[in-house]
Structures are given as C-alpha cells and as structure tokens.
C-alpha cells in the first residue's frame, strides 16, 4: 500500500505539501479586519471543525533526519535505535534487549518515512483560527513505527495565537499506528479594549505503518 501511495503523490498531489500548510482563509477576507463587539466577535469565533485536504507524502530519511530539529519539535525514537537507525539513515540494528516489549525486533526490512500535515480550521473571518499539525514518521512498512516528529502551527487573523503544544496520546513507537493531539489557545480582540475572547482548540492526528493520515477527533 505504501508503493501505491508513492505512485500516486508522483503524478502531482505532492505540489500542496511542499509548499506547506494550507491555511483557509474566506474569500471576503479583503481589506483590513477591524475588530467587532464582543457578541458578534464570539458569534464569529466558534462554529464547527473544518479539515482541510491532507496529502501524504513519502520522504527520504535524511528529510526524516531533519525534521527532528525543527523548532518546537516533539520527537520520539524507537529504544535502542539511535535516530539515524531510526529513520533507516544508519545501520540497521535488532531491538531485542532492553527495549519496550512491543517493540518488536527490526529484522532486516528497513524503515521508510513519510510526512504530512494536517490542518483544521474554526470561526469566520476575521476571527478565524487554525491549526496545523507537521510530522513525520518512519516505520517498518505494514508493522511498526521507529520514529516520529511533530511540530505545531497556529495562526488567525484577529486572533494572535497565545500557546501551542503537541503530544502523543495512542500507539507509538513499537506499534503500528501513532496518535497526536495537536492544541492552540488565541486571544482575539473585541471593539472594547479590555474585553478580548480566549478560544483553544485540538485535533487528533493518526498516522501508520503503512503511511496514511487520518483525523480522528476534534474540539
């Protein structure tokens, strides 16, 4: 599966990824946005989850290597591998002893890596608000994960973007699948100076073994 998916993103769908994350913004956003009364400004500022289109892509492990010091990266890699093992960038080694008990021995298939980014977005312009999730991942294909890194990035357009935070909640390394829970909190401004609104948002990202992206819960 993770050969046709590699023939796919050759034909073209790769063109949205490398460019970055895709950040929806309503065609009505011309001009400069001026903040409005708390009401209204609360009224713009929620509404459901909106996903933007995600593309998977395969990359090569030194692009894998890389993106463990993006900033703001949450990285793990398997135990007993260093991360040049981990990514398939270095030789390969068996993860028998002194490791986590679902992580199963390397054998002699190497790890390959894909990244994708995952965006979600809430509210109407200009109180908008977006998330989106950047990581990559290797894995032996079809079986477990030696390695993932997840960055985060928030933006508005009235709303400034107060914390993010990224963190594992399912799967992992070792397993064939990983979950991340990719979260922002804003603080929007209303007409009246001291009155601001404080939305946070998340969303839960699977990735696999097999190279796929999926949204799997939002709030």
Do not use: K
């Amino acid at each position: 599966m993770w050969r046709t998916l590699v023939r796919w993103v050759a034909g073209g769908a790769c063109a949205a990824l490398c460019l970055g994350p895709a950040v929806v913004t309503p065609a009505s956003s011309a001009g400069t946005p001026q903040p409005l009364p708390p009401a209204q400004a609360q009224a713009l500022a929620g509404g459901p989850a909106v996903q933007s289109p995600v593309v998977t892509r395969t990359v090569s492990a030194q692009e894998a290597l890389a993106s463990a010091s993006l900033p703001g990266a949450t990285v793990y890699v398997a135990p007993g591998l260093s991360l040049a093992q981990a990514v398939g960038a270095g030789p390969s080694v068996s993860l028998s002893t002194g490791t986590s008990a679902v992580v199963r021995p390397a054998a002699a298939a190497a790890p390959a890596c894909a990244a994708s980014v995952m965006t979600t977005s809430w509210g109407t312009w200009p109180y908008d608000q977006h998330i989106a999730d950047t990581t990559y991942w290797c894995a032996v294909p079809g079986d477990h994960i030696t390695y993932h890194s997840s960055s985060v990035n928030a933006t508005g357009t009235l709303c400034g973007t107060s914390w993010t935070t990224s963190q594992q909640i399912s799967g992992g390394i070792g397993y064939s699948w990983f979950v991340i829970r990719s979260s922002a909190g804003w603080s929007c401004p209303t007409v009246i100076p001291y009155v601001s609104l404080h939305p946070s948002h998340y969303e839960d990202v699977s990735r696999n073994a097999w190279g796929t992206t999926s949204l799997v819960a939002t709030g």
